[in-house]
């Protein structure tokens, strides 16, 4: 195909190889979401079996208390 693009003159050898780069980094991008879904994805579900999980995240990651809580902040 390489061959048949540079006989005809639409292609280039270094664009095939830039090309085949791109893929290669796409790929690998398609990879790395591909892990951070199945990551959400356990965490969702985590998170709808356990409500003492749920309010884990809600407490550590979005700072909800209870009703009769305070949060107090402190700097290093």
Do not use: C, W
């Not at 005809?8 to 290669?24: E, N, T, V, W």
């Not at 892990?35 to 884990?56: C, F, H, T, V, W």
């Not at 209870?66 to 402190?74: L, N, R």
């Amino acid at each position: 195909m390489v061959v048949s693009g540079i006989l005809r003159g639409g292609s280039s050898i270094g664009g095939y190889f830039d090309l085949k780069k791109s893929h290669q980094v796409l790929n690998q991008t398609v990879a790395g979401l591909r892990q951070e879904n199945d990551e959400l994805a356990g965490e969702i579900e985590r998170i709808r079996k356990s409500p003492s999980y749920a309010k884990k995240v809600l407490r550590d990651k979005y700072h909800v208390t209870e009703p009769d809580e305070d949060i107090i902040f402190f700097t290093d």
